[in-house]
């Protein structure tokens, strides 16, 4: 499994940005999708995943601010970040689960929130 994400720029704090994460590769049925990022000179961190029957999770950061979507049919995975903050800068990375539960990773898309 191929994950790509983008989506990622160049923003003002409390303007939005939609991520976009596209799965692709041989044979595969996707069981959760999720969210991380990694701010600078801190770790990874869990943002907000979405189950194949379209259960969301959310870090408490991100609740009633972001919302995270998916398209079964078409392996994609959205994003919509609105209101977006200072401490919301970070490499942004998509992570699927299968039902054979392998975990893959995307490349990571850079989201830069200025003042």
């Known amino acids: 499994v191929q994950l790509q994400a983008y989506g990622g720029g160049l923003v003002q704090a409390g303007e939005f940005l939609r991520l976009s994460c596209v799965a692709s590769?041989?044979?595969?049925?996707?069981?959760?999708m999720r969210w991380y990022r990694q701010a600078p000179g801190k770790p990874r961190e869990w943002v907000a995943d979405i189950s194949s029957g379209g259960d969301t999770n959310y870090e408490d950061a991100v609740k009633g601010r972001f919302t995270i979507s998916r398209d079964n049919a078409r392996n994609t995975m959205d994003l919509q970040m609105t209101s977006l903050k200072n401490e919301d800068t970070a490499v942004y990375y998509c992570?699927?689960?299968?039902?054979?539960?392998?975990?893959?990773w995307g490349q990571g898309t850079l989201v830069t929130v200025s003042s």
């Open positions: 992570n699927v689960i299968t039902e054979s539960s392998r975990s893959y």
């Open positions: 590769g041989s044979r595969f049925s996707i069981a959760l």
